[in-house]
């Protein structure tokens, strides 16, 4: 069984400061690993994603992850926090079989970014 | 792109009442997926179809049911709501890799 754990369900940072979000997966098979974002009052958005190839994996809006099979985990980060990025992110994984276990993703219980000025 | 309605979009009921949701897609995904969000446990998988009339159960499926009886439209039913049902409902559908695009949700109170 797979499973994602996130550390820290809020993290405060300043205005321009470096945004740390961790993620630690475990997975017995080779994964897929996901950030979403979700801003209040919608949907999840896809943020970035690492399938095989680069480990570092760059993304929308600045922010980029970099896969550590060493250390199983796939932390998001961005040089400098916009008052814009205040939103909660999800860590998500997936096994790379392209059949069975219905592609399912399991998600970890997300970390709410608060920038302040 | 891939598109996805959900309704409805808010809906206030009473324990015990039936209680449909619908997710409606505008292309040919074969996975379709049906979450709840509530706070401090992410999202949590209820069901998922990979076909027409083919569906299958996900960790928190008790109280729940779902169909599938067109490519495009992934119904998931409470039979009779429960409070600990009131949640934010969230439609997915598989894009590529197991990425799953995601729809705007249903807030879901069950008084």
């Known amino acids: 069984a797979q499973s994602v754990t996130q550390l820290g369900s809020h993290v405060s940072v300043s205005e321009g400061a470096l945004v740390l979000l961790r993620c630690n997966y475990s997975s017995s098979v080779p994964p897929y690993l996901f950030w979403y974002v979700q801003y209040p009052n919608q949907g999840l958005q896809l943020l970035l994603k690492?399938?095989?190839?680069?480990?570092l994996v760059k993304g929308i809006n600045g922010f980029e992850a970099e896969f550590k099979k060493s250390e199983t985990s796939f932390h998001l980060t961005k040089p400098s926090a916009h008052m814009s990025d205040a939103a909660e992110y999800f860590c998500?994984?997936?096994?790379?079989?392209?059949?069975?276990?219905?592609?399912?993703?399991?998600f970890g219980t997300g970390t709410q970014l608060k920038v302040e000025l | 792109d891939a598109g996805i309605t959900q309704s409805p979009r808010h809906k206030v009921t009473e324990t015990g009442t039936p209680v449909t949701l619908r997710c409606h897609q505008t292309?040919?995904?074969?996975?379709m997926y049906w979450y709840r969000q509530d706070p401090g446990h992410g999202l949590r998988l209820i069901h998922y179809s990979y076909g027409v009339k083919d569906t299958d159960k996900g960790e928190v499926s008790d109280g729940y049911s779902v169909s599938r009886s067109k490519t495009e439209d992934f119904l998931l039913t409470l039979e009779s709501a429960t409070s600990s049902q009131t949640s934010v409902y969230f439609c997915?559908?598989?894009?590529?890799?197991?990425?799953?695009?995601f729809g705007p949700g249903t807030r879901l109170t069950v008084l």
């Open positions: 690492y399938t095989t190839g680069a480990t």
């Open positions: 997915a559908i598989r894009i590529q890799d197991n990425e799953q695009f």
């Open positions: 998500a994984v997936s096994d790379q079989r392209a059949r069975g276990g219905g592609n399912k993703l399991t």
């Open positions: 292309e040919n995904h074969r996975y």
